[in-house]
């Protein structure tokens, strides 16, 4: 089996059967869309080596980031390709998202969840106080320390760190 580095989500498919009996046979395969896995998967256990092979297991997953934990041998088409969709359309957001397993698990909350990049929490609470209409150019008394007012206010978010990115997200 070789690594392979892609930006759509896969899955190495292989026969159980053939695995069983001591040898690898599968592939790479996208796992975005149910239907076209599942003919991978069919023209997989097709060309196996043991005749009359029914059954598959997923050996490895790329381009799911930390959502892979959440992944295994046996998981269901339908679980793996709604994970690679949701990744595909979204990339590093939904990966963040989905490090989470409840998340992982209900991928409709996804649209809800407003998943944003931040850069640190410090520009985050500056941000914050900027949307909330606090000047920041007034000299004024007041001496906020932004870095611990970000730490308290990121307490409410969930938060992801994915390829050198922070990712946070309330739970809706």
């Known amino acids: 089996m070789t690594t ?33 896995l599942r003919e991978s998967i069919e023209e997989i256990l097709k060309t ?28 269901s088409v339908d679980e793996v390709c709604g994970a690679g969709a949701l990744i595909e359309e979204h990339g590093d957001r939904a990966i963040a998202w989905m490090s989470e397993p409840y998340n992982f698990a209900n991928p409709e909350g996804f649209d809800d969840a407003s998943v944003q990049e931040i850069e ?26 932004w870095e611990a007012t970000g730490d308290q206010l990121l307490m409410d978010y969930f938060q992801a760190d994915v390829n050198g990115s922070t990712f946070i997200w309330r739970s809706v």
């Open 48 to 75: 196996s080596p043991i005749p009359n092979a029914e059954e598959f297991h997923f050996c490895d997953f790329e381009g799911f980031g930390e959502a892979t934990s959440h992944l295994g041998r046996y998981s």
């Open 120 to 145: 640190d929490a410090k520009s985050f609470a500056m941000d914050f106080a900027d949307e909330m209409g606090v000047s920041l150019d007034d000299d004024s008394f007041l001496v906020i320390d």
């Open 4 to 36: 392979k580095t892609t930006t759509t989500p896969q899955v190495w498919v292989g026969c159980l059967a053939a695995y069983n009996d001591g040898e690898l046979h599968g592939d790479w395969v996208d796992a975005v869309d149910a239907d076209d």
